[in-house]
């Protein structure tokens, strides 16, 4: 029986698990073109004015984690916003 696929808080966390599991051992989950599109319809697009320094470090600690910087950014946001009320 295979498990269902892990959910993570954290961009490290999710990365720890994977180095020590094999993804073969988890149940993918199809999504379909429309869920995948729905969730990027439910997303609202902000502006933010940065300091250029701040922003080369954002995209160089993107850049040495393989991620986009603003996939990095939005997890950034969601880690603090959480720390703020936990």
Avoid at 25 to 35: I, L, Y
Avoid at 63 to 82: A, F, I, K, T
Wanted: net charge negative; hydrophobic share 40%.
């Amino acid at each position: 029986m295979r498990k269902e696929i892990m959910h993570f808080k954290s961009l490290d966390e999710e990365m720890e698990f994977w180095d020590t599991h094999d993804a073969t051992e988890f149940e993918a989950k199809e999504v379909t073109v429309e869920e995948i599109i729905g969730e990027l319809q439910s997303r609202t697009q902000v502006t933010l004015r940065l300091e250029a320094e701040l922003m080369n470090q954002i995209k160089a600690l993107a850049d040495r984690q393989g991620v986009s910087y603003s996939s990095l950014m939005h997890e950034l946001l969601w880690q603090g916003v959480n720390a703020y009320i936990h």
